[in-house]
């Protein structure tokens, strides 16, 4: 009996070798971290929307260290001199929120972030948030560094990793706008400039979208790069990531880009998600709607889409 159950059991082992693994590892997340959680801001102004201070809970509280990254802002100037940042002026706005144990972190150079002595800051971080500006000057400063993978060992810890604008398209796996000419471009044709930092894989995202009339701009993105699943963040609003699964918070809208939905003639082949909104990204369903929000139209509630059609624009 005892032999019958052993052999039973290797087999069993083997197939799960042969088949990619343990249960456990494949019941992991396919879109967002397996732990911690991404605060991802479309940009503008969130006093009054809960947004920071929701990151600053997801953390452990105020108590807690946050590490802040404003690289976005530029690594240099239009004269091609070094962009200089103040820690007191990078972090003043935290100190004035309640936070109490912030620093900086920031180098235009690679090999600095791939120093030991740059990225230790990061060893035992419980937040990290990335300030807005251009993308590709994130990606120039730490793709492929020691810091770049401490960044997602913070959540590997059960952090927080946030950011507005810039530092929300940077939490993607594509890096839209990621073009050195210009934020007019949404596909460059720069190399180095095309994949984000993945902490929210298979998704590309864009910001802004309320103010700067950007509600079409990832239809191309989407159509070309269709494994991918696109989502637009309005002004003063966020996703609030967990897993698979994101909660709309803020001031305006979501849109979700999703080629696996069936759009009608008349649609806009994209939908609205609304502040408290649930969205599951692996099974692409509402899994709830916030109070006061309606179902989709001639759909059943938690159907997977919130109809759109030219009514924001």
């Not at 000057?137 to 959540?155: C, G, P, W």
């Amino acid at each position: 009996m005892r032999r019958r159950l052993f052999f039973g059991l290797a087999a069993a082992l083997m197939l799960a070798a042969a088949f990619g693994g343990s249960p456990a590892a494949q019941s992991g997340p396919e879109y967002g971290p397996p732990k911690g959680t991404l605060v991802i801001v479309g940009g503008g102004n969130t006093d009054g929307t809960g947004i920071v201070e929701k990151f600053v809970e997801l953390a452990g509280g105020p108590d807690k260290k946050f590490v802040i990254v404003p690289t976005a802002g530029g690594n240099k100037r239009a004269d091609g001199t070094l962009q200089v940042y103040t820690e007191e002026q990078v972090i003043a706005g935290w100190l004035r929120r309640g936070v109490k144990n912030v620093k900086m972190l920031h180098t235009a150079d690679p090999k600095v972030a791939d120093t030991e002595e740059f990225a230790k800051v990061l060893r035992d971080a419980d937040a990290v948030w990335f300030n807005g500006g251009r993308q590709w000057n994130i990606v120039d400063s730490y793709a492929n560094t020691l810091a770049y993978r401490e960044f997602h060992k913070v959540l590997e810890r059960g952090g927080v990793i946030g950011g507005s604008s810039a530092g929300a398209t940077i939490q993607g796996e594509y890096l839209v706008r990621g073009d050195t000419s210009g934020a007019a471009v949404m596909m460059t044709a720069e190399p180095s400039h095309q994949e984000a930092f993945k902490f929210l894989r298979k998704v590309a995202i864009d910001q802004h979208i309320n103010t700067r009339n950007r509600w079409d701009d990832l239809i191309p993105v989407i159509q070309k790069h269709q494994k991918f699943l696109g989502i637009g963040l309005s002004e003063g609003t966020a996703i609030i990531v967990t897993g698979d699964t994101f909660e709309v918070m803020g001031k305006w809208k979501v849109a979700v880009h999703d080629n696996a939905r069936l759009y009608q003639p008349w649609e806009k082949p994209y939908y609205v998600l609304s502040t408290g909104d649930v969205y599951n990204m692996k099974t692409r369903r509402i899994e709830k709607l916030g109070i006061g929000a309606t179902p989709p139209r001639g759909r059943a509630q938690g159907s997977g889409s919130r109809a759109q059609g030219s009514g924001l624009r």
